[in-house]
C-alpha cells in the first residue's frame, strides 16, 4: 500500500508541516507521523479524510506510487481528473518521460502518422517515437508535435509540425480556435473547430483555405484532441496576397464545371 508514501509527498509539495495537516483533520501530530512512517495504518474513515484533504481518490492515496508520477500527471490529478474518480469519463494518455521524470514531446512525423490511428494508445508504439524537449513550453502541460499535409490549413505550409496540448475534457474545447484531432477514420487532422458537443455530440471542422469544405466530425469518431501551440517549417511565410477573391474565382468555375457534367449526364 502506498498510502504512507503518497501522504507525506503530498504534504511536502504543498510546503505544508505535519502540525498544520495534522490540525486540519482533527488528528494529533504524532498521528499524522505514524500513517507517514507506516507504524499505523488508517481505518475508512481516515482514508476519506486523506482523500478530501488532498482531493485525491482513495484508490490513488492507497494504489499510485505518486513520487513516480510526471509533473504534467501530478497536474492533471490536482486539477481533478482522477482516473479512479472520472472512470471511463478519464481519457488516459499512453506517454513517455524523461531520466528527470519530465514529460516528453513525441514527434508524429508524415511516416509515423500511417500506424498512429491505431498505435497511439500502445505504450510500445509510443516509445519508439522520436522525443524532445522545448524550454519555453509548460512542464505541467503534456504536448505532442505532428507533421501535417496538405494545404487545407494554408498559410501553415504542407509539411509543417504543428505543435498540441493535450486536451483532457473535451467540453473545454473553444470554437473556431484550430485544434489537432485523431479520428478513427480520417486519422490525424488539422482544423479549425466549432465546439457544438452539447447540442449536437459533435465537432464542426473547417479548414484556412476556402476551397476546403466545412464538415462535422461525432464524437464517437474522435479519439484525442490537441490545442494548437506553435508550428514549425523550413519554408518562408509566402508574400501577402489576395486570396479570397482567387479562392472564390477557383470555387465558382468548379461549381460551373460541375453543373455542365451533370447537363451532359441527363
Request: glycine share 4%.
Amino acid at each position: 500500500m502506498k498510502f504512507n508514501s503518497n501522504i507525506k509527498f503530498l504534504r511536502k509539495r504543498r510546503g505544508r508541516t505535519q502540525d498544520e495537516v495534522a490540525f486540519a483533520l482533527g488528528m494529533k501530530r504524532s498521528t499524522l507521523s505514524g500513517y507517514e512512517n507506516k507504524v499505523a495504518q488508517p481505518g475508512i474513515e481516515t482514508l476519506l479524510a486523506f482523500s478530501d484533504y488532498f482531493n485525491v481518490a482513495v484508490d490513488t492515496l492507497i494504489k499510485v506510487d505518486m513520487a513516480s508520477l510526471s509533473e504534467f500527471q501530478l497536474s492533471q490529478l490536482e486539477r481533478g481528473f482522477d482516473v479512479f474518480i472520472k472512470g471511463s469519463n478519464l481519457r488516459v494518455l499512453t506517454t513517455t518521460i524523461d531520466s528527470q521524470n519530465n514529460e516528453n514531446i513525441e514527434l508524429v512525423n508524415e511516416k509515423a502518422k500511417a500506424g498512429y490511428g491505431t498505435g497511439f494508445a500502445d505504450p510500445e508504439y509510443i516509445k519508439v517515437l522520436p522525443a524532445f524537449h522545448l524550454p519555453f513550453l509548460s512542464r505541467s502541460k503534456k504536448y505532442r508535435t505532428f507533421q501535417i499535409s496538405g494545404d487545407s490549413m494554408l498559410p501553415i505550409p504542407d509539411k509543417s509540425y504543428v505543435t498540441g496540448e493535450y486536451v483532457i475534457d473535451w467540453q473545454f474545447i473553444r470554437s473556431h480556435q484550430p485544434y489537432i484531432v485523431l479520428t478513427r477514420e480520417e486519422g490525424v487532422v488539422f482544423k479549425l473547430v466549432e465546439n457544438r458537443l452539447k447540442e449536437d455530440g459533435l465537432l464542426r471542422m473547417s479548414s484556412l483555405n476556402p476551397l476546403y469544405e466545412t464538415f462535422d466530425m461525432p464524437v464517437s469518431e474522435v479519439r484525442e484532441v490537441w490545442k494548437f501551440v506553435h508550428y514549425i517549417s523550413s519554408e518562408m511565410p509566402e508574400k501577402n496576397r489576395e486570396r479570397e477573391p482567387l479562392a472564390e474565382t477557383v470555387k465558382q468555375l468548379q461549381k460551373e464545371v460541375q453543373a455542365i457534367q451533370m447537363k451532359l449526364k441527363l
